[in-house]
Structures are given as C-alpha cells and as structure tokens.
C-alpha cells in the first residue's frame, strides 16, 4: 500500500465468496467478518471492510450484514454473482438487499467465472491455460458481474428499492460501453424509468487497476463524476512503481472532482464523512 500509494484498503473475501456453501456458511461469515474486524482494529486507519455472507440463507446474510455495519462498522457487502442457480434477482435474495438499503450501505458486485455449461458453451475448446483467462480475467468474469446488474435493473429491484446503491469495477463490468443498446430496451423493460436512470441513480463505478483516462471520461460521462471510485485490483493486479497514485494525479480530472474521485464518494456513499483518508 504505501509503496503504491494508497492510504486506506477495502478488505474483502475474495470470489466466490461463500456462494457455493451451505448451512454452514453462516458460521464461516462471522468467522470471517469477526477476523476483518480484528485485523482493522489493529490498523483504523488503513484497512476497512466489506461483510462477507451466508447467501445461502439470505435471511441469516441480511441479520449478518446489520451486525457488521452496525456492531463492527463495516461499509457495505460484496457479492458475487449467482448462488448455486439463482441469479441475483431471484425474489429469495430480497431480504439482502432490503437489508442494504435500509442500512444506507453498498453492494459491490465481485466478478466470478460463469456456470459450467456457459463455460463450455463459450470459453472452452482453446489451450487450457487460453481457455481458463478467457473464462475469468479475460472476459468472462466481467461479462458475468454485467449481467448480474442488468439484471437487477430489469427484474425492477431498483424500482422496489430506489436508494440501493451497487457497486460495478473494472468501469462499469463492460456495462457502460453498451448503455445506447441497453437504451433500446426502455421500450420493452416496463420499468418505471429508462436504463439510464439506474445508471446515475443506483450505480457506483470503480476504476479496479484499469488506469485508462478515456474509461474514466467514458464512466464520468454515464453515471456522473460523483459516482466514480477509485479503487485497484489487489491482489489480482500488481505493478510496482506507484501507478495507482501516478494515474489518480494525471488523470485529467478537476481537483474538486478528482478529490471525489480519490476518497470524497466512497465516504459519501458509506457514510463517512469527514474521515481522513486520501485515497483508497
């Protein structure tokens, strides 16, 4: 951190998280919150954390996201895409989302390698090793955290809970880059407002080590510079030489945005503003 320049670390379990457990995944997501909460009490002001849940029973996940938000002081949860074959919209998942929204925390949606069949269907029959970071990195994790929030948006869950507030990486999880075609489908949707609507109103957009000045205006452009989030992709990126710190100070935003950009959204969005962190 300090020798790529970050101040402030969002802590996470990375994906898939618990999606595939059962029962005993509520035991193993207080395991894992409780140890987040340690690790960040010995450093208050480098690490925070995203709760991980027991999504398997998202009654339990919604009871547990409330005590880390509010007994651990958590920012929000990650998920990552389907449970076992239920996407995210399923009515099933409600209870996490209204749990969410009622707490006034984000959701970040975490890539993670699509089903079995899609994989064969479309990632397979290359070199292995070809086949595996096309599945993943290459394409298809970003391909699959899309989708988990469109279809969030066209199941009419931001219509039921219009100040829930997602999370994209990698600007947006190739979201933003089709919004004209997605714009096509308002006269299909039955939503209650266009495509674009949920764009600025629901979605925040993290950078996730992708340090392209034209994805940034791309992003700033669609969902607006408040919703914009600096962030890396530790530990999937690495590259020494301080780049994240070099592209938050040439990335040819305002100071007054770029300042959002570094810290001033993400303590906006979880509610803590005020706090000294510079960038995260």
């Not at 957009?205 to 034209?214: D, E, N, Q, R, W």
């Amino acid at each position: 951190m300090d020798e790529t320049g970050l101040d402030v670390q969002v802590l996470s379990l990375t994906t898939p998280s618990l999606h595939e457990l059962g029962a005993e995944s509520v035991a193993m997501a207080r395991g894992v919150n409780d140890m987040l909460a340690q690790v960040i009490a010995r450093y208050p002001t480098r690490f925070q954390a995203l709760a991980t849940l027991p999504v398997c029973d998202p009654q339990a996940a919604a009871v547990e996201l409330e005590r880390c938000v509010l007994s651990l002081g958590f920012r929000g949860t990650m998920l990552c895409g389907r449970v076992g074959e239920r996407n995210l919209d399923h009515p099933d998942f409600t209870p996490i989302f209204e749990s969410a929204q009622r707490l006034r925390v984000p959701v970040l949606l975490h890539p993670r390698t699509p089903a079995a069949p899609v994989r064969q269907a479309y990632y397979s029959g290359l070199r292995p090793e070809v086949d595996a970071a096309l599945a993943t990195y290459g394409l298809g994790w970003h391909y699959d955290a899309g989708l988990q929030f469109l279809r969030l948006v066209l199941a009419g869950v931001f219509d039921r809970m219009p100040e829930l507030q997602v999370i994209l990486g990698h600007w947006g999880e190739l979201v933003l880059f089709y919004a004209e075609r997605l714009a096509a489908m308002d006269r299909v949707s039955g939503l209650a407002h266009p495509i674009a609507t949920y764009l600025r109103r629901n979605l925040h957009v993290t950078a996730s080590g992708m340090f392209l000045p034209h994805y940034l205006r791309r992003a700033a452009e669609l969902v607006g510079p408040d919703r914009l989030l600096f962030s890396t992709d530790f530990p999937y990126q690495y590259r020494p030489g301080g780049d994240a710190r070099r592209f938050l100070e040439h990335c040819g935003l305002p100071e007054s945005t770029k300042a959002g950009f570094a810290h001033g959204n993400w303590l906006r969005l979880t509610g803590a503003e005020g706090a000294s962190t510079t960038a995260g």
